[in-house]
């Protein structure tokens, strides 16, 4: 027993040490992306939801995955560019866990202070657990005491071929039930985070001369294009999207009606 304990005392103090390590890189690059106004999604959830697996299909990144207690400890931020061709960071943190030792409560809530930066959060659920209410209450508190509820949140219920999905009822919502192993799981989670993107944006529509490509293709990084004509007969391109308030494409559109 005392063996277990001192191998306990040994991987808080291991698990403080990198804590500390990452926390001057995690406030570089936070201030990088911050400046770069680059649209920053995070992955939030109780662990072993599923979140690096999420993270790696969205980016084909090849990340740490491991069902283990802070397998994820410096929240890694990898670019997605979705199929529209919008440019966003999506960021994985370490998992909520209950009853978090004492001695790591000040440590967990500061790797999770990554998430408060965010325009979006992907909240991760393993649809099949058994306790699955009781880790979404846990994520939540947790989430109220690190000021998170204000910020807009998909609900994600992974892991749907562990189940029987026309008996599952979802408790959180807007939500997506998918399974992140298999191709249609991406499609759907795809879809819907471009859904609720279209919620929380402002619709643009924009006339670009023909000799402008490149604001055209600033446009497809920088915001979510829906639809880009082009006019013979004009010679322009009438793009059509969704931005965040005081970006580029908005910014723009307001210089033109001005």
Not at 53 to 68: G, H, K, R
Not at 92 to 106: A, K, N, R
Not at 214 to 220: E, I, M, Y
């Amino acid at each position: 027993l005392e063996t277990d304990r001192r191998h306990i005392r040994n991987r808080i103090t291991i698990i403080k040490r990198e804590l500390k390590e990452v926390a001057a890189h995690r406030d570089r690059t936070r201030q990088k992306r911050k400046d770069s106004q680059v649209f920053q999604m995070g992955l939030i959830g109780y662990t072993n939801a599923g979140k690096s697996t999420i993270l790696n299909i969205l980016t084909s990144a090849d990340t740490y995955e491991q069902d283990q207690l802070f397998a994820t400890l410096d929240p890694l931020t990898k670019r997605w560019r979705m199929p529209e061709g919008f440019e966003v960071t999506i960021t994985d943190t370490v998992g909520f866990i209950q009853e978090l030792p004492t001695q790591l409560i000040d440590a967990f809530h500061s790797t999770l202070e990554e998430s408060q930066n965010m325009d979006f959060l992907l909240h991760v659920v393993d649809a099949s657990s058994e306790e699955r209410v009781q880790q979404e209450e846990t994520v939540l508190k947790l989430m109220e005491e690190l000021s998170l509820t204000q910020l807009p949140m998909l609900t994600v219920y992974n892991k749907a071929d562990r189940i029987d999905a026309d008996q599952f009822v979802p408790t959180l919502f807007p939500n997506v039930l998918i399974s992140a192993k298999s191709t249609k799981g991406k499609e759907r989670l795809t879809q819907a985070i471009k859904m609720e993107l279209m919620q929380i944006m402002q619709p643009y529509h924009l006339v670009l001369q023909a000799d402008e490509g490149n604001a055209l293709n600033r446009l497809k990084r920088e915001s979510l294009v829906l639809s880009n004509a082009f006019d013979e007969a004009t010679q322009t391109y009438h793009i059509k999207g969704f931005a965040l308030e005081d970006t580029y494409p908005l910014r723009r559109m307001a210089q033109e009606q001005e």
